[in-house]
């Protein structure tokens, strides 16, 4: 049993002990009861796999993971409303989407370690470079897929109207949410906390495909001329992109759906189905195409700076 094959059992008797407390205790996790026995289940082949060796034990781990992806689902959207001191709809759900996060690094790791066994002495880590032309699009394609919905925000956040919505009927449905006091200050001085987050996860998406993103630049100071860690941004984009990728392209068929007529729009508080379709078309595109480039970033990322230890001096003076 390797070390990852460990961490993965370990994980899967504390992500199946928590489903299976869950199912004893009749506490729903996405809304029905029974979930509780799915989670279980997973926990305890997760715990299987982990243990055995073999080439069907890897198929497992990536099938494991692949339902740890799905058991994260909105897991982002979670975190964004508890950095601004907003509840979470649900404390087991999310509880379980933490957990399902974590779990699905944990399996891909050990999924990876087992198929992929190096001689010793070839794990080495490529030089700093930029990603080929076609990951840098897809990364200038995310970003643009934000606009809209910056734009969307802003207008918003500085009084104006969007979609028939003003200024005014937001910062009051912020209100009536309970949206936190800083949430509330800042949108009041025409910052937008998603915004705010939106040029974060902009930040990250090119640290993953320009060299500064592999070796610490100049403007670091002290860090400067240092390998990144890999799991400094890789964490983050693996959980955003496990989130946002189905997040958004579900939601994309869904308001395709709606569009068409075959279903109807939940309207939520806004007033009409044309509003709640303007607004729900800019966030799903921005989610999707983000999501989309972060995983293509992350994945290229991922395997160049695949390799021996990450520590220790990079290209002083090539950032």
Same mark, same amino acid.
Do not use: H
């Given at each position: 049993?390797?070390?990852?094959? #460990? ?55 990536? &099938?494991?993971?692949? /339902? ?6 909105? &897991? ?28 699905? &690094? $944990? ?17 080495? $880590? ?10 840098? /699009? =897809?990364? #200038? ?31 009051? !449905?912020?209100? !009536? ?5 800083? #949430? ?14 939106? =040029? ?7 640290? /993953? ?16 001329? *240092? *390998?990144?860690? *890999? #799991?400094?941004?890789?964490?983050? =984009?693996? /959980? ?30 806004? =007033? ?26 992350? !994945?290229?990322?991922? *395997? ?16």
């Amino acid at each position: 049993m390797t070390e990852r094959g #460990w961490v993965a059992a370990g994980w899967g008797v504390g992500y199946g002990g928590f489903g299976l407390g869950c199912a004893l205790s009749g506490t729903a996790l996405w809304g029905v009861a029974w979930a509780g026995w799915v989670v279980a289940g997973v926990g305890v082949a997760a715990v299987g796999a982990g243990a055995a060796a073999g080439r069907w034990s890897t198929r497992v781990l990536w &099938l494991l993971c692949g /339902l740890a992806v799905v058991g994260a689902w909105s &897991l982002l959207m979670d975190v964004v409303a508890l950095l601004f001191g907003q509840g979470v709809d649900s404390v087991p759900d999310a509880v379980q989407k933490a957990s399902a996060g974590v779990g699905a &690094l $944990v399996l891909a790791g050990a999924a990876r370690g087992r198929a992929s066994v190096r001689p010793v002495g070839t794990g080495t $880590v490529a030089a700093p470079a930029a990603a080929p032309g076609v990951v840098q /699009l =897809a990364a #200038w394609a995310g970003s643009l897929a934000f606009l809209p919905y910056v734009v969307m925000k802003l207008v918003w956040a500085f009084g104006g109207s969007f979609a028939g919505i003003s200024g005014e009927q937001m910062d009051a !449905r912020y209100v !009536r949410n309970g949206s936190s006091g800083l #949430w509330l200050a800042l949108e009041r001085r025409g910052l937008d906390g998603t915004v705010l987050l939106a =040029a974060v996860g902009v930040f990250l998406l090119w640290g /993953l495909v320009r060299p500064w993103g592999q070796v610490f630049p100049r403007w670091t100071l002290p860090l400067r001329g *240092r *390998r990144v860690p *890999r #799991w400094l941004p890789l964490t983050p =984009a693996l /959980l955003g992109a496990a989130t946002l990728v189905p997040y958004g392209l579900v939601g994309l068929g869904y308001l395709a759906l709606c569009t068409l007529g075959v279903v109807g729009i939940r309207q939520g508080e806004l =007033a009409t189905p044309g509003q709640a379709l303007q607004v729900a078309w800019v966030g799903a595109a921005a989610f999707a195409g983000y999501g989309v480039a972060l995983a293509v970033a992350a !994945r290229w990322y991922w *395997r160049r700076t695949r390799g021996g230890g990450e520590g220790g001096d990079g290209c002083r003076g090539v950032c």
